[in-house]
């Protein structure tokens, strides 16, 4: 199988290391090679982060670049259009419609574009939209941002729903399980 | 069984099969997590030193008692290291000793973009260098059987890309070999001249016999495919032109980047039509190459600066470039900035306000240079603001003596700003040091240091108590302030410069991410009272923005600091605590 590539997005702090982790753990166990590439240190502060996972039956490089994306998974939406040029012309964006305004807006130095979500779809990107935090907080926590995308992502996934919930129950402490399940559910049918 | 493994992980995993006892680190992004990984196999002594030349020189006592040893530390890390290595290359080992450096091009988390390579080639130590998480555990073994059958430290070589991503692994056990005896050798051992001069030619002589053996390594492996284009390449590069050119062109791929083989490369070159050399910074197989009169394209069409990529090769290489679409708006750029509830945030804008010339640290506390608090003139590397003050005082005297002040955090200072700070002691600047000591090493993800209590992994240690260790020193004026307090700290500032002799202002208190430190509720404006004047938008708090002309607080975000709440003039901020 040619390498399929998921980029998450996101604001730093933001929780995209248990999603990819997730990520990964599923296809491994799916038999897939697999490389899953992170950041950490200085940009983790609050700054636009990424995390690149990739599988297939070989996978060389650990990143993704401009052109290559699958799927694009974003937990603000000025970092999916920020990160939109990774997408492949027939690409899925999976979006939270949650917007964090950077510091260069907060100081009034740059403005935050709007309509983003029309914009990208004019660019001829497919995009789902959906208000991840309220579903996070309807399923008991804010933080649960991360496994609402997580449910909205296996949407477009034909694999079935036991790997998933296999997945969530070892890489999520038992603690919060049950609060991931009802989020993962919350956005897989949102 | 298959298991998917960071980078980082990995070499501590290779760490602990090849039955490495002691470990000894520094955390510097994107080193960090070897050690803390290591720290979780009770089987190994892992600890936090100050800084990285003491790491290395606890490594080398160990190797030196019998016991396979590690430190680990990112590029700018050796740099501090380097005094330890350069003759450590001379002694040689007892049992094996590696030492872990992860590069960081592309600077994610650095202050520079130095190539480790270098310093490998200059002290005359063998360097290995994987190019995933399955070649970083096979390495690590690896570098003990080649430091004990050389005689030689090792250096294991990462880079933010292969140290930070995830690909499989197979684990196998632990394997202890048997205690190399300690038998006193002073001719080996202690490095004056005389001794020196003979251990040299071994050294030359150890060189000689790894070129050889890099012929023939198994790591060293040339995967022949098409013959138009050959290319030598190791890292994360030979991932990227595995990922563009697959089985379309050959490939010589290299696990040992020094020393370089001779023999196995002019045979390569002769089976190939054309040969490039691929690989990150500087130019270094490709210099050898030229220096082995082979024809080669490199630096010519790849960039010197910044990580590589995929369609980065593709465009310089001749391959398959990706382009995806883009729009018309200008992304507004989302630079990390200081944390909501940040302990320095209160402190940098007492500076900002006070209009001091501010010489800067390495730290998260470097984020005090971003507007609009831009309260930083100056970041070199660890320690140099408390040595730099001095020298700037020194220079002006009086004209700058009233206005300028060093700051650095807990962690840094006891890396390298000890040793500045005797410096103003002893020969008298009047500088005003500021030690943020926010009681952990933040930037690199919390690890303890000797100002916390705490060792490596949680448990209570020994605590060097800053006040009386800048008393002892010789400083009379030692203060401590609480950087939430912004009239403590406009005071303190105050009084420290106008005072006539050197001074320390410890500004104190834990960083808002540790797990132990409790949060207010956070605060929310009342819209009624706010003004829009924006002076609580003077601290750059990614909490607060303005909404249709008024304050605006990001529950999600806010800790509940007040730092805010005392820039308010109209006393719009209030706490969303319930009562009762």
């Known amino acids: 199988m040619e390498t399929k590539n998921i980029m998450i997005v996101g604001v730093g702090g933001q929780g995209s290391l248990l999603a990819s982790k997730l990520l990964g753990h599923l296809l491994m166990e799916q038999g897939y090679d697999v490389k899953v590439s992170e950041v950490h240190g200085m940009s983790q502060r609050g700054g636009s982060v990424v995390t690149y996972v990739r599988y297939g039956d070989k996978v060389a490089s650990p990143v993704i670049d401009k052109g290559e994306a699958d799927y694009i998974v974003s937990f603000e939406l000025l970092e999916a259009a920020r990160w939109l040029s990774y997408l492949k012309p027939d690409g899925q964006i999976v979006t939270s419609t949650q917007q964090i305004d950077p ?71 038992p603690k919060f399980l049950e609060l991931n399940k009802k989020a993962f559910a919350l956005g897989k049918n949102a | 069984m298959k298991q998917l493994m960071l980078g980082n992980a990995a070499v501590a995993r290779g760490l602990y099969e090849a039955g490495c006892c002691v470990i000894s680190s520094y955390p510097g992004t994107p080193s960090t ?25 606890v490594a080398f006592g160990a190797c030196l008692a019998g016991k396979r040893s590690f430190c680990a530390m990112k590029h700018v890390g050796l740099n501090v290291a380097a005094d330890p290595l350069f003759t450590m290359s001379y002694t040689g080992v007892n049992a094996g000793m590696v030492i872990g450096v992860a590069d960081d091009a592309g600077m994610h988390s650095s202050q520079n973009e130095q190539d480790s390579r270098h310093h490998a080639i200059a002290s005359k130590v063998p360097m290995l260098e994987p190019a995933d998480s399955a070649e970083a555990l096979e390495f690590a073994k690896l570098a003990y059987e080649l ?30 070999p048997e205690t190399k005896a300690y038998e006193k050798n002073i001719a080996k051992y202690v490095m004056m001249p005389g001794n020196a001069k003979r251990r040299h030619p071994f050294v030359e002589e150890r060189t000689r016999k790894l070129t050889e053996w890099a012929e023939t390594a198994p790591i060293n492996r040339v995967e022949m495919g098409g013959t138009k284009l050959g290319i030598i390449t190791s890292s994360t590069s030979y991932q990227y032109v595995k990922e563009v050119f697959g089985d379309s062109v050959s490939v010589l791929k290299l696990g040992m980047v020094n020393p370089l083989p001779v023999k196995l490369i ?150 390298s700003g000890m040793t500045g700070l005797a410096n103003i002691a002893y020969n008298q600047s009047n500088s005003t040091v500021i030690i943020l000591d926010n009681s952990i090493t933040g930037m690199t993800g919390h690890q303890q240091n000797p100002t916390t209590g705490y060792n490596i992994k949680g448990d209570p240690a020994g605590k060097i108590d800053l006040e009386q260790l800048c008393k002892a020193m010789g400083f009379n004026r030692v203060r401590v302030v609480d950087p939430y307090d912004l009239k403590a700290c406009d005071q303190a500032v105050k009084e420290e410069l106008a005072a006539d002799e050197p001074s320390v202002i410890i500004s104190r208190r834990p960083c808002a991410l540790l797990k132990y430190v409790k949060h207010e509720a956070p605060l929310a404006v009342d819209t009624a009272k706010c003004v829009g004047c924006k002076n609580c938008m003077k601290i750059g708090c990614p909490a607060i923005s303005m909404k249709e002309g008024k304050a605006h607080v990001d529950n999600t975000l806010c800790v509940g600091c007040g730092v805010c709440e005392q820039l308010c003039g109209v006393k719009a901020f209030h706490s969303t605590k319930k009562e009762g």
Not at chain 1, 126 to 143: H, R, Y
Not at chain 2, 312 to 339: F, N, Q, S
Request: net charge negative; with cysteine; charged share 25%.
């Open chain 2, 266 to 415: 002019k045979e390569f070159a002769a089976k190939v039509d054309k040969l490039a050399v691929v690989e990150e910074l500087d130019p270094i197989i490709e210099g050898h190459c030229r220096k082995l009169g082979l024809e080669v394209m490199g630096k010519d069409v790849l960039p010197l600066e910044d990580e590589f990529s995929q369609n980065l090769i593709a465009a310089k290489l001749g391959g398959t470039v990706h382009t995806g679409a883009a729009l018309e708006d200008a992304i507004p750029p989302r630079p990390p900035v200081m944390c909501a509830g940040c302990p320095h945030r209160g402190l940098f804008y007492t500076l900002s306000k006070n209009k001091c010339t501010v010489l800067g640290d390495i730290g998260c506390y470097t984020l005090g240079a971003v507007a609009p608090l831009a309260a930083m003139d100056m970041t070199l590397c660890m320690g140099a603001s408390v040595s730099a003050i001095h020298g700037f005082n020194k220079a002006r005297g009086a004209e700058t003596e009233g206005k300028t002040v060093a700051v650095i955090g807990d962690s840094t200072f006891m890396h």
């Open chain 2, 33 to 57: 997590e070897i050690t803390e990984e290591a720290a979780k196999y009770d089987e190994i002594y892992c600890e936090w030193a100050p800084n990285e030349k003491v790491a290395m020189e």
């Open chain 2, 147 to 176: 430091s004990e059958e050389y005689d030689t430290p090792v250096l294991l070589k990462m880079c933010t890309r292969i140290a930070h991503s995830q690909s499989l692994v197979e684990l196998s056990d632990r394997v202890v």
């Open chain 1, 103 to 173: 510091m260069p807006v907060i100081t009034g130095a740059a403005v935050y574009p709007e309509n983003l979500v029309e914009k990208m779809r004019a660019a001829g990107a497919k995009v789902d939209a959906l208000d991840c935090l309220a579903l996070a907080e309807q399923a008991g926590s804010s933080k649960a941002v991360n496994i609402v995308l997580m449910g909205r992502l296996s949407h477009y996934f034909d694999l079935p729903e036991e790997a998933w919930q296999k997945s969530l129950e070892a890489m999520v402490p």
